[in-house]
């Protein structure tokens, strides 16, 4: 017997995972059966195991000393303190210390586009895509600040090769090739709810994207940290690919965690009311965090503070700034993962897709705001929502393509 299958049997059979065999043993080809080995001799079966284990367990911040946590609002900022902020900043981005990362590993299935998100036609007259739009801030910059800000993009193994033909079709939107790095998202096996990992429609094991928490462990393993490294990077803003307002170089967000001398800082809006379905900064038992709306009660979402502002209202808008430092040590941490429970098309045991009707696998994501635990302290300053959050989540109604374009165009038209 081939020595790599005798010790894949013997792997599979120690966790309980015995059922990938029949997968393949169903693999037409050598090379089909070689790849399949060797995917899961890559499978951490102990963390398999743990995750799963995780999921009969209920999240209890009873215990936990939940409180506001401080910020800095932008529009109230003296002039004295914003010029001070933003010398301090600008200082920083003239002398080539930022880099800017996007995080793009997902496909545009929601809003009925086939292909990388950041592919999408927002519906302009310029026919800009998403990745377009958010280039025009880097270019702005060069022109304002003299400097070309290194721009790294995470995708994933689903859409990576569509992306890069996607910028090479576009000739980068005259943004230096040289500045623009991919690299990829990790990702984990999904589980049935027997703890089970289940297989793709081509007989693989099925994977999902491990969350946007994933993106410190992908920049240590693919090089990125490294790369910034030797750039003489200090400073990383890291964002999503689907806010439009996105503003990637901000030397008064660079600025305050200089000055506050915290390896993090990240960007808030004012939470639109209590029930909000968005994630708030607080303070948990005395460090950094965020909390999810579906983790805080309905009355410490609606307390408010003795001028009538809600007490929680700091919405986390996926704006972060990360020292270089930071990033490499949560690089080198295990993140807490959290559970989705999920409708998954699989092969059976027979060999026969499936398709669901209801959710019937978990997969895992860790969450990039669970690494602010890990800082005694970060800095937090509140936006404007009309000038920096247009988001592109949805087909239609709230976040989706049609909000997202009045939201630029009129934050454009006004400053013209």
Known sequence: MDEKLKKVEQILQKYGQEQLLDGYNRLPGEKEKQDFLNSVLTVDFNQIEKLYNSCKEAKDFSK??????????????SKEQYEKYEKIGLEKIKAGKLAVVTMAG?????????????????????????????????????????VDIPWYIMTSDENNEETETFFKEHNFFGYPEKCVTFFKQGKLPMLDT???????????????????GGIFQSMLKDGVTFDMKARGIEWAFIGGVDNVLVKMVDPVLIGLAEDKHVLAAGKSIV??????????????????????YSEIS????????ESGELKFAESHILCNLFNIEAIEKIGKMELPYHVAFKKAKYLNRDGEIVSPTEPNAYKF???????????DDMAILRVKREDEFAPVKNA????????ARKLYIDFHSKNK
Do not use: W
Not at 117 to 130: E, P, R, V
């Open 298 to 305: 309905e009355e410490m979402a609606a307390e408010t503070t």
């Open 106 to 146: 997902g496909q545009g299935t929601r809003l009925g586009h086939t292909g990388p998100k950041g592919t999408y036609d927002l519906g302009l007259d310029t026919h800009k895509s998403i990745f377009e739009i958010l280039c025009d801030t880097l270019k702005e910059a060069r022109d304002k600040y003299k």
């Open 194 to 212: 027997n703890g089970k990992i289940i297989l793709n429609e081509k007989g693989q094991i099925k994977e999902a994207a491990d969350g946007h």
């Open 271 to 292: 939470k639109a009311g209590p029930k909000e379905k968005v994630g708030v900064f607080c303070k948990k038992d005395g460090k950094p965090s965020v909390i999810e």
């Open 396 to 403: 239609e109604g709230v976040d989706s393509p049609e909000t």
């Open 365 to 375: 994501e860790a969450f990039l705001f669970d690494a602010f635990e890990s800082m």
């Open 64 to 77: 936990s000393k939940i409180e506001p946590i401080d910020f800095v609002d932008k529009s109230k900022l």
